[in-house]
C-alpha cells in the first residue's frame, strides 16, 4: 500500500464503520484493518496509516489482538505482522452488522421502505455490544 492510500485512514475519515461505533482508537484500528482484511501490517504501518500517536496504538492494540478479531501472523525481524482475523465471530457479526446499516442507508436514499432486520440481526448487535 503507498503513501497516498494509507493517508486515507486519518482522523478525518468517513467509513459506515466509524459511523456507527465513533472514532476511538479501537474503532479506527478496526476500521483500518476491516477495510484492508488480506493485508498484514506491521505498527509503523498502522502508526503512518491512521496518523495515531504511537503509545494509542501501543496501549491499544493489545486488547484488540486479545479479543482474536485481529492476529499476529508471521514475525519479520523484531516486526509482527497483523491481520484480521478471518475466523473470529466478532468479525463475522461487524460484518452482518455494516452490510445491514449499508443496505439501510441505500434503501432510505432511493426513498424505499427500510424493512425491519429481524431477530438474527438483534442477536449480531448483542454479541457486539457484549
Known sequence: MGDKEMSRYGAERGSIFLSLFGRSPQSRILDLFLDNPLY??????????LGMAKVTLYRTLPDI?????????????K????RLNPESEIV?????IIRSYSTA????EAGDEIPVLGEEAEKQVLVVKE
Open 105 to 108: 442507508l441505500a434503501l432510505q
Open 79 to 82: 516486526a509482527n505482522l497483523y
Open 92 to 96: 463475522d457479526h461487524l460484518r452482518f
Open 40 to 49: 498484514e501490517f506491521t505498527k509503523n504501518e498502522m502508526l503512518a496509516a
Open 65 to 77: 489482538v486479545r479479543s482474536s478479531v485481529v492476529e499476529i501472523t508471521r514475525k519479520i525481524g
